[in-house]
């Protein structure tokens, strides 16, 4: 996405969500230069809600959701394993 960033400007709000801490977000967000937001979600509450992480395991696959304004899915994708994840240009045929 943040190579694709113009592309999403205007057509929706983007945010990461992962388990770790703050700190180490910071620090990943600046190493990476993304220009969105990424928010901690260690007790999995927010990745458990959106079905982001298999029952019982103690870390998230990537996953990708459009959430519309009154909060619901309006569409998914839950990766296999840690490298999968959708095309920006997936993600993007959804706005227009």
């Known amino acids: 996405m943040r190579d694709d960033w113009s592309k999403f400007q205007g057509k929706a709000e983007v945010a990461a969500v992962s388990f770790e801490d703050s700190f180490t977000q910071t ?19 927010a990745i ?6 298999e029952p019982n395991k103690t870390y998230s696959n990537p996953s990708a959701f459009i959430v519309g304004t009154d909060g619901k899915v309006q569409w998914s994708y839950i990766g296999k ?12 045929k959804h706005f227009d």
Do not use: V
């Not at 458990?48 to 992480?53: I, L, T, V």
């Open 81 to 92: 394993n840690s490298g999968d994840r959708p095309p920006d240009a997936e993600i993007l």
């Open 27 to 45: 620090r990943f967000k600046d190493q990476l230069k993304l220009p969105f937001p990424l928010l901690a979600d260690p007790e999995y509450k």
């Open 48 to 53: 458990d809600k959106y079905g982001g992480r």
